[in-house]
């Protein structure tokens, strides 16, 4: 195992225990637990990352194949929950789709470059101030996406009776935790980049296989911000580009330490970390 850390950039970490334990000492970060390595937050925004995969993923099998996109008409309602419960997957993917107007879809990019913006979560609305203690408040859901055209969080408040965007906000330079979707993309990165290497043969020396897909790996990942002089000019527009680390963890295995390295995915680039 010491042989490993010396040689490899990745350096596989013996275990979970020790991995969280260095982790946590040297940098202030908590690795997740192995159970929930690939977890993405809270149950909205997993489901809507989850599907934002499923469809790029399929557009990837069909390839050349596939038509023009277009925005798909808002499903008939199925299942609603009333007042404060949660939503109901009908309703997640009902607001979706309102969410994402024409002209939102033929404007933005997702992050692998597709027409769309991506999707992060989808969140129940706090009620307005003069609403908190009515009984019949209107209910309404907060769905998110991140434009990688301009690098613009878009927040779409989608009113689930009446079925309209009601409200819309745009901002830039705020970065929310990287999804599921975007975790897989900047591992997909990762992987195929000469910076990479290291994470490659730590994998190779885990399980005797070579590493070339990120459904081989559980990750976890957070969003990395420029710190001025504490990172390669490379790295200068995090905060503004969207960039992430990864915590990789070979299933059912190790740890692996690749925290040099951050994927900057508005930029589809990756750079390491100044030692």
Not at 24 to 47: E, N
Not at 103 to 118: I, Y
Not at 258 to 272: G, M, N
């Amino acid at each position: 195992m010491r042989d490993t850390v010396r040689r490899h950039l990745g350096k596989v970490m013996a275990g979970t225990a020790i991995a969280v334990a260095s982790t946590a000492v040297m940098v202030g970060i908590t690795l997740p637990g192995a159970a929930g390595a690939d977890d993405t937050g809270g149950q909205a925004g997993s489901r809507s990352t989850q599907q934002a995969g499923q469809d790029q993923g399929q557009g990837r099998e069909q390839g050349a194949a596939v038509a023009p996109g277009v925005v798909e008409q808002a499903p008939a309602e199925g299942d609603k929950g009333r007042g404060s419960d949660p939503l109901t997957d009908d309703e997640i993917e009902r607001v979706e789709q309102i969410a994402v107007s024409r002209q939102l879809f033929n404007a933005s990019e997702d992050v692998e470059g597709e027409r769309g913006p991506q999707r992060l979560t989808v969140d129940l609305a706090e009620p307005e101030a003069d609403e908190a203690d009515a009984t019949d408040a209107p209910r309404r859901a907060d769905v998110t996406f991140y434009d990688y055209r301009d690098d613009t969080l878009v927040t779409r408040t989608v009113d689930l009776d009446s079925g309209k965007v009601v409200r819309t906000g745009e901002q830039q330079g705020v970065q929310p935790p990287p999804s599921r979707a975007e975790s897989l993309e900047a591992a997909r990165l990762l992987i195929a980049d000469p910076l990479g290497a290291g994470l490659r043969a730590d994998y190779k020396d885990a399980t005797g296989k070579d590493l070339t897909s990120p459904d081989q790996l559980r990750l976890s990942g957070g969003v990395y911000r420029a710190t001025p002089g504490a990172q390669p000019a490379a790295l200068d527009k995090c905060g503004e580009h969207r960039c992430v680390r990864l915590f990789p963890k070979v299933k059912n295995g190790p740890w692996i330490d690749a925290r040099s390295l951050v994927i900057d995915l508005s930029a589809r680039k990756v750079a390491e970390l100044d030692r």
